[in-house]
C-alpha cells in the first residue's frame, strides 16, 4: 500500500506538470501570434541589391479552368530556399491584385521553403516543402477546383524557375495539415511535373 505523503507528492507532481504544460504550450501561441502578426506587417519589397530575374508565374484563371506560364522581371535572393520563398509570395501577391482571374485575399502567403535532396534509389532531384501560413488558408475561398488550381499554380511555378524541384508538399504553420480549404489534399506528396501546362496546340495550317 502507497503510504499518503507519498500519494500526496504525486498529485502534487502530477497538477505542476499539468500547469508547466499548459504554460508552455500559451507561451507557443504567443509566439506564435507575434511572429505571424509581425510577418503579415512586412510588406512584400523586393531585395535593394539582387540583381531583376526573368521569372515564370504560373497564373490560374477560374474563368476557363486553365494554368498559364506568365512571365515577369522581379529581382529575388540569391539563396535558393530564399529565392523560392520570395517567388511563391510574389505569385501570391498578382492572386490578391484587384481584377485577379484567381482572386485570393492579400493575407500572408508562405512563410518558408524547406528544399531537401530526394533519398538515393528514387526519380532525384529535391523535395520542397512549403511552409504555408494560417492566414493564407483563412483567406482562401474553400472549393476543390479553386484550391487544387492554387496548388498546382503553386507547384508549377517551383518547378518552373527551380526546375531540379521533383517533389513538394505542404505544412502550414510547420504542421501537417489535411486541406487548403476543405477539400485539395495537403496530405499527399505532388510531382512537380504534373503541374506543368501542356503544350500549345499547333496552329492548323
Do not use: C
Request: no cysteine.
Amino acid at each position: 500500500m502507497i503510504p499518503r505523503y507519498q500519494r500526496v507528492l504525486l498529485w502534487v507532481l502530477l497538477l505542476v506538470s499539468a500547469v508547466m504544460a499548459i504554460f508552455l504550450i500559451r507561451m507557443r501561441e504567443r509566439a506564435s501570434d507575434k511572429l505571424q502578426a509581425a510577418a503579415d506587417a512586412v510588406p512584400l519589397t523586393p531585395p535593394s541589391a539582387m540583381p531583376a530575374n526573368d521569372v515564370t508565374l504560373m497564373l490560374a484563371n477560374d474563368t476557363d479552368g486553365s494554368l498559364v506560364n506568365t512571365d515577369r522581371r522581379i529581382a529575388l535572393p540569391t539563396e535558393p530556399h530564399a529565392r523560392a520563398q520570395y517567388l511563391l509570395n510574389q505569385l501570391l501577391a498578382e492572386y490578391a491584385k484587384p481584377g485577379s482571374a484567381h482572386p485570393i485575399a492579400a493575407n500572408a502567403g508562405v512563410d518558408d521553403v524547406f528544399l531537401m535532396p530526394l533519398p538515393a534509389g528514387t526519380t532525384g532531384g529535391t523535395l520542397a516543402v512549403v511552409n504555408l501560413s494560417s492566414g493564407l488558408l483563412q483567406a482562401h475561398p474553400s472549393g476543390i477546383e479553386t484550391e487544387t488550381m492554387t496548388l498546382l499554380s503553386l507547384i508549377g511555378t517551383l518547378h518552373a524557375n527551380m526546375p531540379e524541384v521533383a517533389q513538394v508538399r505542404f505544412l502550414v504553420d510547420g504542421a501537417p495539415r489535411d486541406t487548403l480549404a476543405g477539400h485539395a489534399d495537403l496530405t499527399r506528396t505532388y510531382l512537380a511535373s504534373s503541374a506543368a501546362p501542356p503544350p500549345p496546340a499547333a496552329e492548323a495550317k
